[in-house]
């Protein structure tokens, strides 16, 4: 039977419509704001024009897309995993650490003999090669000790466990190494911008942006293409009757965790590379921005979790300039709010939030119920 | 030597006593049908033989060899195919991706696509529909592809639970002339059904569970006549 309007009606429904408008209203009004730079009030449209060139906002893109590939690197971690364990790997963004962090040392000797500079793409090649094979290392100590043991334990078991390897990686790089914060070395090629069809394109972003889709279009090859990738796909469908095929369900779930693994620690060298500093805790903020992206995309959907990688990276980058810079509050700041970019964090969980809320599924993912969860 | 033979099997779901000392033969090259009310223990007898079930007492033996204390991928090589309750296709690979993944655990390319052909000639349907997206399948289509998916790993033994289940009688027809095709090329077949009265006729012998207890065996002719089997299973 149709309910009628007013049995639909709910003091959380109201709530949430309300909530949406409002983040609706803020968007509207703070880019409207932004577009009329030098308008002397809010209610007087003087000119469809922002304070920066398109220059700015070209430069604002390329580093969104470069942070947002470093983030699609670590959410494919994520989701794989989530995609056939139903659990998320809180200790991933720690992989991501650890890859960078010992890497850091690789390339500071590289950088002490020169080899660095005399060899920059072998150099850079070596560096990402061992970050890629210690993250993946620990993602399989990981699921081995901490993982694996639990996994007929209720869901909450295995997240708590998560928490604590997280703590435990953070804390044994800190006792080992120091709780300062370690200069990655510079490649000086990699310095400087490149003249990209015309626009100055600063040269780490673009190695970053590179390396980045080129990790991504040989990963999404490997889980679409081999037997390998396919069993992959299987077991994260069914896992028992992928053990009815024959297929070796504890070695799937090894493989997967070191494939997150090493995507997470080249993401660690890309990451350091455009930051140029690595530190033990150097992995909890990229570490949650990527689950953010893996769930913004659909969490157990890899192509959702690239997508939602480099969304994420774009809003947060070009989000404060955009939306908060011009959402003059009469009164308050009437001139828009200062200093916005310090709330590029607040915008990208703003967003997790709201996905959580309107769309728990993601851009790509089905709904929950379907699945098994 | 039978080809499967489980001795006094007992399996426990926690606390709950779901089999209670099940034993079975199944010949090699029979059709042995399974049959009894839900909840009496056909599917987990059936997921015991594959490993996805631990007896707590009891053998499971194929061939002579113990396999119950064997991991289901592994019991997969020895020979056991297992269409699963409910088909369980996946849904978001394609036809041939489903297929290929029944053949995950062989090597020798020559006879996978021996197979292949196999299946496609019991089932051309699945061939024109071999890139299609599993989940788009029709359910008849589906438990198809999920019969020829435990077909690819060339079983010597097929456990098939419920290949009629929720399909339109025409259509359960069909699967069973194939189930007879397929057990006449070769493979041995143990199938659990709701449907007794088709079970009965392509299977050799049967075995009629009730509450976890083998309440009645014998010829599928003998079992056809049984007046409890008639009323309970036969509807009539």
Request: aromatic share 10%; charged share 15%.
């Given at each position: 039977?149709?309910?009628?309007?007013l049995q639909?009606?709910s003091?959380v429904?109201?709530?949430?419509?309300?909530?949406r408008?409002?983040?609706?209203?803020?968007?509207?009004?703070?880019?409207f704001?932004?577009?009329?730079a030098?308008?002397?009030?809010?209610?007087?449209?003087?000119?469809?024009k922002s304070?920066y060139?398109?220059?700015?906002?070209?430069?604002?893109?390329?580093?969104?897309?470069?942070?947002?590939?470093?983030?699609?690197?670590i959410?494919l971690?994520?989701t794989?995993?989530?995609?056939?364990?139903?659990?998320?790997?809180?200790a991933h963004?720690d992989?991501?650490?650890?890859?960078?962090?010992?890497a850091?040392y690789?390339?500071?000797?590289?950088?002490?003999?020169?080899?660095?500079n005399?060899?920059?793409?072998l150099?850079?090649?070596?560096?990402?090669?061992?970050?890629?094979i210690?993250?993946?290392s620990?993602?399989?100590?990981l699921e081995?000790?901490?993982?694996?043991?639990?996994?007929?334990?209720?869901?909450?078991?295995?997240?708590?466990?998560?928490i604590?390897?997280?703590?435990?990686?953070?804390?044994?790089?800190?006792g080992?190494?120091?709780?300062?914060?370690?200069?990655?070395?510079?490649?000086?090629?990699?310095?400087?911008?490149?003249?990209?069809?015309g626009?100055?394109?600063?040269?780490t972003q673009?190695?970053?942006?590179?390396?980045?889709?080129?990790?991504?279009v040989?990963?999404?090859?490997?889980v679409?293409?081999?037997?390998?990738?396919?069993?992959?796909?299987?077991?994260?469908e069914?896992l028992?009757v992928?053990?009815?095929m024959g297929i070796?369900?504890?070695?799937?779930i090894?493989?997967?965790?070191?494939?997150?693994g090493?995507?997470?620690?080249?993401?660690?060298?890309?990451y350091?590379?455009?930051?140029?500093?690595?530190?033990?805790?150097?992995?909890?903020?990229?570490?949650?921005?990527?689950?953010?992206?893996?769930?913004?995309?659909?969490?157990?959907?890899i192509?959702?979790?690239?997508?939602?990688?480099?969304?994420?990276?774009?809003?947060?980058?070009?989000?404060?300039?955009?939306?908060?810079?011009?959402?003059?509050?009469?009164?308050i700041?009437?001139?828009?709010?200062?200093?916005p970019y310090?709330?590029?964090?607040v915008i990208?969980?703003?967003?997790l939030?709201?996905?959580?809320?309107?769309?728990?599924?993601?851009?790509?993912?089905?709904?929950?119920a379907?699945?098994?969860? | 030597?039978?080809?499967?033979?489980l001795?006094?099997?007992?399996?426990?779901y926690?606390?709950i006593?779901?089999?209670?000392?099940?034993?079975i033969?199944?010949?090699e090259?029979?059709?042995?049908?399974?049959?009894?009310a839900?909840?009496?223990?056909?599917?987990?007898?059936?997921r015991?033989?594959?490993?996805?079930?631990?007896?707590?007492?009891g053998?499971?033996?194929?061939?002579?060899?113990?396999?119950?204390?064997?991991?289901?991928?592994v019991?997969?090589?020895?020979?056991?195919?297992?269409?699963?309750?409910?088909r369980?296709i996946?849904a978001?690979?394609?036809?041939?991706e489903?297929?290929?993944?029944?053949?995950?655990?062989?090597?020798?390319p020559h006879?996978?696509?021996?197979?292949?052909d196999?299946?496609?000639?019991?089932?051309p349907?699945?061939?024109?529909?071999i890139?299609?997206?599993?989940?788009?399948?029709?359910?008849?289509?589906?438990?198809?592809?999920?019969?020829?998916?435990a077909?690819?790993?060339?079983?010597r033994?097929?456990?098939?639970?419920?290949p009629s289940?929720?399909?339109?009688?025409?259509?359960?027809?069909?699967?069973?002339?194939?189930?007879?095709?397929?057990n006449?090329?070769?493979?041995?077949?143990?199938?659990v059904?709701?449907?007794?009265?088709?079970?009965?006729?392509?299977a050799?012998r049967?075995?009629?569970?009730?509450?976890?207890?083998?309440a009645l065996?014998?010829k599928a002719?003998?079992?056809?006549?049984?007046?409890?089997?008639?009323?309970?299973?036969?509807?009539?």
């Open positions: 039977m149709q309910r009628s309007f639909r009606f003091i429904g109201l709530y949430l419509w309300g909530f408008i409002s983040v609706l209203l803020i968007v509207v009004w703070g880019s704001g932004t577009f009329q030098g308008c002397p009030s809010v209610f007087t449209l003087c000119a469809f304070r060139s398109a220059d700015v906002w070209l430069d604002l893109l390329v580093y969104g897309l470069s942070q947002g590939s470093v983030y699609a690197l959410a971690g994520y794989m995993v989530y995609g056939i364990l139903r659990m998320i790997n809180f963004g992989v991501f650490m650890a890859g960078a962090y010992t850091y690789l390339a500071a000797a590289f950088g002490r003999a020169g080899f660095l005399r060899h920059p793409l150099s850079l090649a070596a560096v990402l090669a061992l970050a890629m210690t993250a993946m620990i993602a399989l100590v081995r000790v901490a993982y694996r043991p639990l996994r007929r334990a209720p869901r909450l078991i295995p997240l708590i466990s998560a604590g390897a997280s703590f435990f990686i953070e804390y044994a790089f800190r080992f190494f120091g709780s300062g914060f370690q200069a990655y070395p510079e490649w000086q090629i990699f310095k400087g911008e490149w003249a990209i069809a626009v100055g394109i600063l040269r673009a190695v970053v942006i590179v390396a980045a889709v080129a990790l991504m040989v990963l999404y090859g490997f679409m293409r081999t037997k390998t990738g396919t069993a992959m796909r299987a077991v994260s069914d028992e992928a053990s009815l070796d369900v504890d070695r799937v090894v493989i997967t965790f070191g494939i997150g090493a995507a997470a620690g080249a993401a660690g060298v890309l350091a590379l455009v930051f140029k500093q690595v530190h033990f805790f150097m992995g909890f903020f990229p570490g949650i921005k990527a689950f953010t992206a893996a769930v913004l995309g659909g969490i157990g959907n192509p959702g979790a690239m997508l939602g990688g480099v969304f994420l990276g774009i809003f947060e980058s070009m989000g404060p300039i955009l939306i908060l810079e011009g959402l003059r509050v009469p009164g700041y009437p001139g828009g709010i200062p200093a310090q709330l590029k964090d990208a969980f703003t967003m939030v709201m996905v959580l809320i309107f769309r728990p599924s993601g851009i790509l993912g089905e709904r929950l379907t699945k098994k969860a | 030597m039978a080809l499967l033979e001795e006094n099997v007992h399996v426990y926690g606390n006593h779901a089999l209670k000392g099940i034993s033969q199944v010949e090259g029979e059709v042995v049908a399974m049959l009894g839900n909840g009496a223990g056909k599917t987990t007898t059936l015991t033989i594959s490993g996805l079930l631990r007896p707590r007492e053998r499971v033996h194929l061939r002579g060899e113990s396999i119950d204390t064997m991991p289901p991928h019991i997969v090589h020895k020979g056991v195919g297992h269409a699963p309750e409910g369980r996946f978001r690979l394609t036809v041939e489903n297929l290929m993944m029944g053949a995950y655990a062989r090597a020798d006879g996978i696509k021996e197979d292949l196999r299946v496609f000639a019991l089932f349907r699945l061939k024109e529909r890139s299609q997206v599993a989940g788009t399948l029709s359910g008849g289509e589906q438990q198809m592809l999920a019969i020829g998916r077909l690819m790993a060339r079983p033994i097929l456990l098939l639970d419920e289940m929720g399909l339109a009688p025409v259509l359960v027809e069909q699967i069973f002339e194939t189930l007879k095709t397929i006449t090329q070769g493979t041995t077949i143990l199938l059904e709701q449907n007794a009265y088709m079970a009965l006729t392509i050799a049967g075995y009629v569970l009730q509450t976890g207890e083998i065996s014998g002719a003998e079992l056809q006549a049984n007046e409890e089997v008639r009323r309970a299973y036969l509807g009539g």
